[in-house]
């Protein structure tokens, strides 16, 4: 019986393939040039395929997740690797023209691994931004993805390959990016602290008998869950996306809109939110043009201010919701490029 063999690059025998324990991720990310993205990117997919098979072969229950798992190991040490050379050049204080060659290189380095992890691991994005876009907009699942991505990133800076799996890792950053897109775009009429205290609402009107064929009025409620009637009417008349209601958990009393997160995070949390909101103020915002500047900072509210939605953008510019979007869509886009997310993450270090 012949053994499989797993064919790479340009057609050269790699290594010969039995199961899982036979790929030697680590021998093949150390040989890529990280510039070399699209390269590198068709190589994985074409292990992918081997790899998932010689998967089944092992029984494994979920091939494709245990794909990414292995393949992101070896590409965030080397990210990791990449760093750590950049630490160490900017250690040296009378840098010679040789080395400031070599640091000006591990740069452009250390953002094309950065850019090779967000594409290799864009799927992730997808497949959770779909459990919410089943009944929604263009426009709004747009925003979504583009949140997921940003989550992405965020998972992608603050990972440490030695404490477990990506995958793990960046759900949360993911979720709580994409949930806050989410409730912008199912209550868009409501303001944070009108979400916050929606748990309570939701909970009387329910106690009160909100499915019954006589559900109870909104001052009712409002006497129930101890809030004004406005509020009230606020929530309960608040459009709907059926994703964020599904109930979640062994006692079903939990929806998924109540993981939310509000502002009691934990403080490293609310440190690294703060540091990427500077940086993004000082480094980001001046690659803008005047009107796309304009649209992020009101967008996530960089000035100060709550976050505005993009119709109540479009009235200060007289543009329509969807030609806000396209302006906030290429101010990401601009912010995403190689040159300038680099020069975020390094805090506007050269």
Not at 25 to 41: P, Q, S, T, Y
Not at 156 to 184: C, E, H, M, N, Y
């Amino acid at each position: 019986m012949s053994t499989p063999t797993l064919m790479i690059d340009d057609g050269t025998d790699v290594q010969t393939v039995i199961g899982r324990a036979d790929f030697d991720f680590e021998a093949v990310v150390d040989a890529m040039n990280v510039r070399h993205i699209e390269h590198n990117l068709e190589l994985l997919d074409s292990i992918k395929h081997a790899y998932i098979r010689a998967a089944r072969t092992d029984k494994c229950k979920n091939p494709e997740a245990d794909f990414y798992n292995t393949a992101n190991g070896p590409l965030f040490r080397k990210r990791s690797a990449i760093a750590a050379t950049i630490a160490e050049l900017e250690a040296v204080s009378d840098r010679s023209d040789e080395e400031e060659d070599a640091l000006s290189a591990a740069y452009r380095d250390k953002d094309a691994a950065t850019e090779l992890l967000v594409k290799f691991n864009y799927g992730m994005t997808r497949n959770y931004v779909r459990r919410f876009t089943s009944n929604t907009s263009k426009e709004d699942s747009a925003d979504m993805q583009a949140a997921a991505v940003v989550g992405l990133m965020h998972a992608i800076s603050t990972f440490d390959p030695d404490k477990g799996r990506f995958g793990s890792w960046a759900f949360k950053p993911i979720q709580r990016a994409v949930l806050k897109a989410v409730r912008d775009a199912d209550f868009a009429n409501m303001t944070h602290g009108d979400f916050e205290r929606r748990p309570l609402i939701l909970r009387a009107w329910e106690e009160l008998g909100g499915g019954s064929d006589h559900p109870p009025t909104f001052d009712q409620v409002a006497a129930q869950a101890g809030c004004t009637v406005e509020l009230v009417s606020r929530v309960l008349a608040a459009p709907h996306i059926d994703s964020i209601h599904t109930s979640i958990g062994e006692d079903g009393d939990t929806e998924l809109g109540d993981l939310i997160p509000d502002d009691s995070v934990d403080v490293d949390a609310a440190v690294l939110d703060a540091l990427d909101v500077d940086t993004l103020r000082t480094i980001g915002l001046p690659v803008l043009d005047p009107r796309e500047r304009y649209v992020v900072v009101c967008r996530y509210g960089l000035h100060g201010e709550p976050p505005e939605a993009l119709s109540d953008i479009g009235k200060h510019l007289g543009l329509s919701r969807e030609a806000v979007r396209q302006i906030c869509g290429k101010a990401i886009s601009r912010l995403l490029h190689p040159m300038v997310s680099g020069a975020l993450s390094r805090g506007g270090r050269p």
